[in-house]
């Protein structure tokens, strides 16, 4: 009887050990996945908008949201934003939503919905983007700029 009880013991902490373990990678592999899009989105955001050419941002657009809206549409949106002038500073990056699978169920896709502050040297807008990563390549599902310069 005291031997049973030992390997039940025995059992119960090595599934105690594999959970946490398993639970530690999960949450390990999910904030990469944050990271990845949070470093991601800045960089694609700045690099269009420090030269305000919207093909370099037009390059990361999912076909949905290019089929939705035409690179026309995008080249002539950039032109209104220029108003907001050269960049300053990126003053915050917020995760406002996301999905993320565990790693166990051996999905690569994610969405993450960001939101930028980009200090311009006219406003500081507030950008709101949505992510869609699959495999290994994040795409840009929307990409919305809020400013005072375009709503008066």
Not at 42 to 56: G, I, N, P, Y
Not at 67 to 83: C, K
Not at 113 to 118: K, N, T
């Amino acid at each position: 009887m005291q031997r049973r009880l030992t390997w039940i013991i025995l059992l119960l902490a090595t599934l105690a050990v594999a959970w946490s373990l398993t639970h530690a990678i999960n949450l390990y592999t999910q904030e990469q996945v944050r990271e990845s899009g949070r470093e991601w989105i800045v960089e694609v955001t700045l690099d269009a908008m420090a030269s305000w050419e919207a093909e370099k941002l037009i390059d990361h657009l999912a076909p949905e949201l290019l089929d939705e809206t035409p690179a026309s549409s995008w080249s002539r949106y950039f032109r209104s934003l220029s108003a907001l002038g050269e960049w300053e500073a990126v003053e915050a990056v917020e995760i406002t939503a996301e999905s993320l699978p565990d790693w166990w169920q051996g999905s690569r896709e994610a969405s993450l919905d960001i939101e930028l502050r980009i200090r311009f040297a006219n406003d500081a807008p507030t950008i709101r983007t949505r992510l869609h990563r699959d495999e290994d390549t994040w795409r840009i599902r929307r990409f919305q700029v809020l400013t005072r310069l375009l709503a008066a």
